[in-house]
């Protein structure tokens, strides 16, 4: 079993709807990262949060320490959003990364 | 800046061949890792280094061996390509010395490479 398991798997959309995907992990952390994987391979680091809450443009990520759950969130979605989006935890134990196989989202205009 | 680049971007290998992917940053970082990922699994740490002349085994390190050369450069090695390798190989760089993912990790393109 995966440490870092994420929901759902797939996703579509249509462009402006509220988007929510989940990310719930079974190991002690000192940090969660959201990463987005773009449709020609190339990774890019959104968020890191080790508490509450962080906000950039129509992107918020969210974290609950003691229920071991992280959600990122998109606003008013638009095509361009699609992509693979990735949760990665930090072990608090070790420092080792543990990453989920990510949820693939398709936004049709 | 390029930020960080991978060489080749596809490489189909026989069993048994070898082959080095290349990795290069120029954000002057001092951490390099190398990840593979597969479908329907999260990204997997290979190796890891904190700066020039150091690596450190992560989660899937065998039958590859790395080589930090400099600062700039890191190289992942396949010295007897088995099917199970078949994968997208990613380089990152991060500013920190650390094995974990720092506040900003910056990966490369991805190699995607097949072995038959």
């Known amino acids: 079993k995966n440490e870092v398991e994420q929901s759902p798997q797939n996703l579509t959309a249509q462009e402006g709807e509220f988007i929510t995907i989940n990310c719930s992990y079974s190991?002690?952390?000192?940090?969660l990262h959201w990463l987005q994987q773009h449709p020609g391979g190339g990774i890019v680091s959104l968020f890191m949060?080790?508490?509450g809450k962080k906000k950039h443009g129509r992107l918020i990520a969210t974290i609950n320490i003691q229920e071991k759950h992280s959600s990122l969130h998109i606003t008013a979605s638009h095509p361009r959003d699609s992509a693979v989006y990735i949760c990665?935890?930090?072990?608090?134990?070790?420092?080792?990364?543990?990453f989920g196989a990510g949820t693939r989202l398709t936004v049709k205009p | 800046n390029a930020g960080v680049t991978q060489t080749p971007k596809f490489q189909v290998l026989k069993t048994g061949q070898s082959m080095t992917l290349q990795c290069a940053q120029d954000m002057n970082h001092n951490s390099m890792y190398w990840y593979r990922q597969d479908p329907g699994m999260g990204l997997r740490l290979i190796y890891y280094?904190?700066?020039?002349?150091?690596?450190d085994k992560g989660e899937v390190p065998n039958g590859y061996n790395v080589s930090r050369l400099n600062k700039r450069e890191f190289s992942l090695r396949l010295e007897s390509a088995a099917p199970s390798q078949t994968s997208v190989y990613f380089c990152a760089s991060s500013e920190y010395k650390d094995r974990g993912l720092a506040d900003t990790q910056y990966f490369g393109p991805g190699t995607r490479l097949t072995v038959l």
């Open positions: 280094s904190a700066s020039e002349g150091t690596t």
């Open positions: 190991v002690g952390i000192s940090a």
């Open positions: 990665a935890v930090r072990e608090a134990q070790n420092n080792d990364m543990r």
């Open positions: 949060l080790s508490s």
